[in-house]
């Protein structure tokens, strides 16, 4: 069982990245997924979260600027997102929730985390 996430990169404020996050040894969609961030020294913040049945949450810091979506076909997850600021660098955590949990932003309620993938956002 695995989650490998890419994509992460340098870029401007103002501009867009595309998160991948890959999953291996079961069937993404029958689990809630979720991004987390974190930066040194603080908690891992929950970010976007999509359900078994497509729903989504979002955290109100990313709201109208980040989407989920997924891939069933690709057994991938993706975070879309546009108009960043410096406040959005961070090390994104790709996760699966624990069955039945759905779509809440507790730590504790995820059983499998990719490796992270570092964003960051500077001129």
């Known amino acids: 069982l695995k989650l490998v996430e890419s994509g992460g990169g340098l870029v401007q404020p103002g501009g867009s990245l595309r998160l991948s996050c890959a999953a291996s040894?079961?069937?993404?969609?029958?689990?809630?997924m979720a991004w987390f961030r974190q930066v040194p020294g603080k908690e891992r913040e929950g970010v976007l979260c999509?359900?078994?049945?497509?729903?989504?949450d979002y955290a109100d810091s990313v709201k109208g600027r980040f989407t989920i979506s997924r891939d069933i076909a690709k057994n991938t997850v993706y975070l879309q997102m546009n108009s960043l600021t410096p406040e959005d660098t961070a090390l994104y955590y790709c996760?699966?929730?624990?069955?039945?949990?759905?779509?809440?932003?507790?730590?504790?309620?995820?059983?499998?985390w990719g490796q992270g993938t570092q964003v960051t956002v500077s001129s």
């Open positions: 040894g079961f069937t993404l969609h029958y689990y809630s």
């Open positions: 996760s699966r929730s624990m069955p039945s949990t759905g779509c809440r932003f507790d730590t504790r309620l995820y059983d499998n």
């Open positions: 999509i359900s078994t049945s497509g729903t989504t």
